[in-house]
């Protein structure tokens, strides 16, 4: 039995001894609850199902964001547009591009800072059904992947706009 608390002290002196060394490196977690940097966000409703589908990206990446700063408040505006890529051999369309365009402002917390805006784009594909109920399913999921992919463009114009580039 004193053979197992030998080596249980060993074993916690040793996790120990790593985080010690670790913490003093300059180390900084890849998963990092700080945020960006942009400070507190308020998200403002976006209109329509890819509005929807921003919104809750936003919302999420947003919750990072937090310091001592008054909150800002971030509206956007979404234009979509669906084109024909590929047509099959029936004269239908095989494969659809869903563009989606984000247009931003980012109000001032306070009088002293100026309003910030943007516009990011985004395309994606996806490949058309006969079927009108797997059409739609494929659309939606269309909306959330440019949808994700919008709000990372959001933030990152946002970090460059505010000199808070990683």
């Known amino acids: ?78 234009v979509t547009s669906f084109a024909s890529a590929a047509l099959a051999v029936d004269g239908l369309s095989a494969r659809t591009l869903y563009t989606l365009t984000a247009n931003y402002t980012l109000s001032p917390a306070t009088t002293a800072e100026t309003p910030l805006s943007g516009s990011v784009t985004t395309t994606v594909g996806y490949e058309s059904l006969d079927q009108a109920y797997g059409d739609v399913a494929l659309q939606a999921d269309a909306e959330e992947r440019a949808a994700s992919e919008i709000a990372g463009k959001i933030f990152a114009d946002l970090r460059r706009q505010t000199g808070r580039v990683r």
């Open 1 to 78: 039995m004193q053979g197992v608390d030998h080596f249980t002290k060993r074993l916690q002196f040793g996790a120990l001894a790593i985080l010690l060394g670790v913490s003093g490196c300059g180390f900084s977690p890849v998963y990092s609850t700080s945020g960006s940097g942009i400070g507190p966000l308020v998200i403002s409703q976006i209109d329509g199902r890819a509005g929807y589908f921003l919104r809750q990206e936003l919302d999420r990446r947003a919750s990072l964001e937090q310091n001592d700063r008054p909150a800002r408040t971030l509206n956007v505006k979404v």
